[in-house]
């Protein structure tokens, strides 16, 4: 899957990676994809709160390792 733009909040914990994210998505055009890479084990709930709450769309989510996610989001 293609993406416009690539977030690293790998480190940060909770609320920095939603609000770094939430900051990427405010910049971008609809539809475009922001591919965000996180450590934070809370993350994956994190996310699809976020996307729930917000209308962006959570197009894919993976683990790329027991430690370390990926999240595709697509701004609405």
Known sequence: MMSTSELD???LKCPLPILRTKKALAGM???QLL???A???SAKKD???FARQTGHELED???ADAAE???VIRRK
Do not use: C, I, M
């Open 29 to 31: 055009a609809s539809g």
């Open 39 to 41: 450590t934070d084990p």
């Open 35 to 37: 591919r965000v890479l």
């Open 69 to 71: 996610f990926v999240f």
């Open 47 to 49: 996310f699809e709160a």
């Open 9 to 11: 909040v790998r480190g």
């Open 61 to 63: 989510q993976s683990a």
